[in-house]
């Protein structure tokens, strides 16, 4: 084998393996994707049931729900950590991150 035929060899490897790291990397961030519509579909559900209670109070029904939705989205939200291997606190999350008091009427 000539030295240019080993170099063309060595670049097409090269290249394959890069395709194949951005293959796996938009994979990932089509995933990403998926999971944070899925996290903000369920922020704006607990958007709509805290408004819903506090126009019209808390009935069982409502604050069962708002805590279902909640747990639904932290149970997102450690998943999506526990996935990607790592926790980065609250940066870039938005409002449902942040830890919140308890209000008087939910379950604890």
């Known amino acids: 084998m000539s030295g240019g035929t080993r170099h063309d060899a060595g670049l097409?490897?090269?290249?394959?393996r890069r395709l194949a790291l951005v293959a796996e990397i938009s994979a990932l961030t089509a995933e990403t994707q998926r999971l944070n519509q899925k996290l903000s579909g369920i922020?704006?559900?607990?958007?709509?049931l805290e408004l819903e209670i506090g126009r019209h109070g808390g009935s069982a029904e409502l604050v069962?729900?708002?805590?279902?939705?909640?747990?639904?989205?932290?149970?997102?939200?450690?998943?999506?950590?526990?996935?990607r291997g790592t926790h980065r606190g609250n940066r870039g999350q938005g409002r449902g991150c942040r830890p919140?008091?308890?209000?008087?009427?939910?379950?604890?």
């Open 64 to 83: 069962r729900d708002l805590h279902d939705a909640e747990e639904s989205a932290e149970a997102m939200r450690h998943g999506m950590h526990r996935k």
């Open 100 to 108: 919140r008091a308890r209000r008087s009427n939910e379950r604890h």
């Open 12 to 16: 097409a490897t090269l290249v394959a």
């Open 43 to 48: 922020q704006m559900e607990v958007l709509r």
